[in-house]
């Protein structure tokens, strides 16, 4: 992988625009949800749930196998990302930079196209197609995305990525709680409004202990995760307590 870094802001959108126009060229692309060549790019809405059932979203900052940073952001099936060394002195020739614009499938396939940024003079301009799958760690308590290269053209260097954020400390947060119900009438999500924002809840009740009426008065202590956004908040909590208020 090569090369630089754009000269501003709006070198990268510009870019990445640019990119948005281009469309994914491996031959599967059609066969992995990807717009197919010949086509204009399109973001169709795409729900992404992992393992577990938890619904999730690839925004966010990735950490790569070298190092790098990449700054992702997803809008339904079209991912676009900026990524580049962590170190971006321009004394340093190895430093790089770079965009991507692709299409992600409903199997977790994501299929599309790269470039080198300049950032250094005489750097290397490389581009080519790209395709990654998404895996999951299901060793904590959410299921974690995780990126795995699994096909490229162009001399592309970085082969997996990580998210960068970590769970903050427990907060405390005082509100309203409220449900959405699927068609069954069962309780599909459990949402709190709290402060002005809303937040999905992560919280099991057992079957002896059911959550209380919607509307009540609620006190909860949790963490926010990262990246994660359901489908009826965009900000998730993971529950330590829930407590109901009198």
Do not use: K
């Amino acid at each position: 992988m090569t090369a630089g870094r754009p000269r501003g802001i709006l070198a990268v959108l510009l870019l990445t625009i640019a990119l948005g126009a281009c469309t994914p060229a491996s031959p599967d692309a059609s066969a992995s949800g990807s717009t197919p060549p010949g086509e204009a790019a399109s973001c169709s809405p795409l729900d992404l749930n992992g393992p577990s059932g938890t619904h999730f979203l690839l925004t966010g900052v990735w950490r790569a196998n070298s190092g790098g940073r990449y700054y992702l952001h997803q809008q339904g099936s079209c991912l676009y990302w900026f990524g580049s060394s962590q170190d971006l002195s321009r004394e340093q020739g190895s430093n790089w930079a770079n965009i991507f614009f692709g299409h992600i499938g409903s199997d977790f396939s994501i299929v599309g196209d790269w470039g080198d940024i300049p950032y250094t003079s005489g750097a290397s301009m490389n581009s080519g197609t790209l395709s990654l799958v998404i895996d999951f760690d299901e060793s904590g308590p959410i299921d974690y995305p995780i990126l795995h290269q699994t096909g490229s053209t162009g001399g592309f260097g970085d082969g997996a990525w990580q998210l960068e954020d970590t769970l903050p400390a427990a907060t405390e947060l005082v509100g309203t709680v409220g449900y959405n119900q699927g068609s069954d009438q069962e309780v599909s999500c459990i949402w709190m409004d709290s402060g002005g924002s809303r937040y999905e809840l992560l919280v099991g009740f057992p079957p002896d202990h059911p959550p209380p009426a919607d509307g009540t008065s609620v006190r909860v202590v949790g963490r926010l995760a990262p990246v994660l956004g359901g489908p009826c908040a965009p900000q998730t909590i993971l529950v330590d307590t829930f407590e109901a208020l009198p």
